[in-house]
C-alpha cells in the first residue's frame, strides 16, 4: 500500500532551478530514510541525496553545494532543490524510501517512485 508521488520535473536552462517533491502514503513509520537517486541515459542509477528522519544528511560529491533536500515536519514528504543545475544533471530522478541503516545503495531502500525527468539543456 505504500506509495511514493514524484512530482516537479521539468525542463530548464543551464543554471536554472527546480525543486522536486516526493509525497509518500499507506504507511507511517517512527524511522526511515528519504532519499534521491538518478539515472541517465545508457547509464546505471547513481545515488544523488539523501536524509534520515534526525535530519542529517548525505550527498553525492557531484552536486554539492548545489542539490539539497529536506524533509517536512510530518516526516512524509522530501524536497529536492536543484540550484545551478547543469546538462550533465540531466536523468530521471526517482525518490526513495528505506528502512535500513543503509543510504548510498538502492539495496537500502524498500520502496521507490516511478522516476520524474529532469532536463537541463546549454
Known amino acids: 500500500q505504500v506509495q511514493l508521488v514524484e512530482s516537479g520535473g521539468g525542463s530548464v536552462q543551464a543554471g536554472g532551478s527546480l525543486r522536486l517533491s516526493c509525497a509518500v502514503s499507506?504507511?507511517?513509520?517512527?524511522?526511515?530514510?528519504m532519499g534521491w537517486f538518478r539515472q541517465a541515459p545508457g547509464k546505471e542509477r547513481e545515488f544523488v541525496v539523501a536524509?534520515?528522519?534526525?535530519?542529517?544528511?548525505y550527498s553525492d560529491d557531484s552536486v554539492k553545494g548545489r542539490f539539497t533536500i529536506s524533509r517536512d515536519n510530518a516526516k512524509n514528504t522530501a524536497f529536492l532543490q536543484m540550484n545551478s543545475l547543469k546538462p550533465e544533471d540531466t536523468a530521471v530522478y526517482y525518490c526513495?524510501?528505506?528502512?535500513?541503516?543503509?543510504?548510498?545503495?538502492?539495496?537500502?531502500?524498500?520502496?521507490w517512485g516511478q522516476g520524474t525527468q529532469v532536463t537541463v539543456s546549454s
Open positions: 536524509i534520515k528522519w534526525s535530519g542529517v544528511t
Open positions: 526513495a524510501v528505506g528502512l535500513r541503516l543503509g543510504v548510498r545503495t538502492m539495496s537500502a531502500y524498500d520502496y
Open positions: 499507506g504507511g507511517s513509520f517512527n524511522a526511515y530514510t
